[in-house]
Nanobody
Framework: QVQLVESGGGSVQAGGSLRLSCVAS????????MGWFRQGPGKAREFVGF????????SYADSLKDRFTISRENANNTVYLQMNSLKPEDTAVYYC????????????????WGQGTQVTVSS
């Protein structure tokens, strides 16, 4: 069983930055890709970006790619989401997720999910 634990959320003023972390544990953790998603108040969960575990190729939602960056440390089973120039509309619970095969932006295609970490951006 794979467990994902996010951290690094908090409150920040508009224009600020935050870095979220996601640590994965499990007897055999060999994901194909790790994704970040978010769910704002009253909204559906949406794709932020993913990183392929081998090779480190990334993909982002078009509206976020200029401000958000995903990276990983394979040795520590950790994925990061660096968020810069934050806006109030970035306020959401941020989730990391892992999938066993392939890679996708679909929220329905991930096999494991963390509990989420709250990010609040004030104007």
């Amino acid at each position: 069983q794979v467990q994902l634990v996010e951290s690094g959320g908090g409150s920040v003023q508009a224009g600020g930055s935050l870095r979220l972390s996601c640590v994965a544990s499990g007897r055999t953790f060999r994901p194909s890709a790790m994704g970040w998603f978010r769910q704002g108040p009253g909204k559906a969960r949406e794709f932020v970006g993913f990183i392929r575990w081998r090779g480190g190729t990334t993909s982002y939602a078009d509206s976020l790619k200029d401000r958000f960056t995903i990276s990983r440390e394979n040795a520590n089973n950790t994925v990061y989401l660096q968020m810069n120039s934050l806006k109030p509309e970035d306020t959401a619970v941020y989730y990391c997720a892992a999938r066993n095969t392939g890679y996708s932006s679909s929220v329905y295609s991930y096999d494991y999910w963390g509990q989420g970490t709250q990010v609040t951006v004030s104007s």
